[in-house]
């Protein structure tokens, strides 16, 4: 188990921050909420090591905690499909690309991948769109990264089976 410092805390943000935003965003659909989501998760991580608690591998605690926050987030609001969000004009990681590019490939990547299987969808985002490791994404999860590895597989044969099917 490792105790982080200032230094290597402030380098983790420097490095993590835009990714932990990316995978709250993502997942809240809003961008001011979502820098505030990760603004959080920084600031509880760090109280968590200040009071002088061990972290054994920072980044797959930074985004146990950030999942947890999304958690907290959906609690408070009635909760809003991908779908329902999408036919309001958001659409996901856009809005750095030109919409005539990429729209009609977002949604209907995003129409597959919400069909997905529960069990399925969260590994499969994490790996694919958080760029995550198995091994990361069984300690974010709490799974052995064997049991990851095996969702992500038969997550993608999902995949392909919904998308031969449209």
């Known amino acids: 188990m490792t105790l982080y410092g200032m ?5 983790a ?6 990714a932990i935003f990316r995978h ?14 990760m603004q959080d998760t920084f600031i509880k991580s760090w109280q968590y090591i200040k009071e002088g608690t061990e972290v054994n591998n920072l980044k797959a605690f930074l985004y146990r905690v950030a999942n947890n926050l999304i958690i907290d987030e959906y609690r408070k609001k009635k909760e809003v499909s991908l779908d329902n969000l999408m036919a309001e004009g958001f ?4 809005d750095e690309r030109s919409k005539n590019e990429a729209g009609i ?3 209907l990547a995003m129409s ?3 069909k997905l299987d529960d069990k399925y969808r969260k590994p499969i985002l994490m790996r694919y769109i958080d760029e995550l490791s198995p091994r990361e ?7 052995s990264e064997n049991n990851i590895s095996v969702k992500i597989h038969r997550g993608l044969k999902q995949l392909k089976e919904l998308l031969n099917n449209k």
């Open 112 to 114: 597959v991948i919400n």
């Open 137 to 143: 994404i069984a300690s974010i999860l709490g799974e």
């Open 24 to 37: 709250c965003w993502f997942r809240i659909g809003d961008r001011e909420r979502a820098k505030d989501l």
């Open 13 to 18: 943000y420097d490095d993590l921050s835009d």
């Open 91 to 94: 659409e996901p990681g856009l």
């Open 105 to 107: 490939d977002a949604k």
């Open 7 to 11: 230094e290597q805390f402030t380098k």
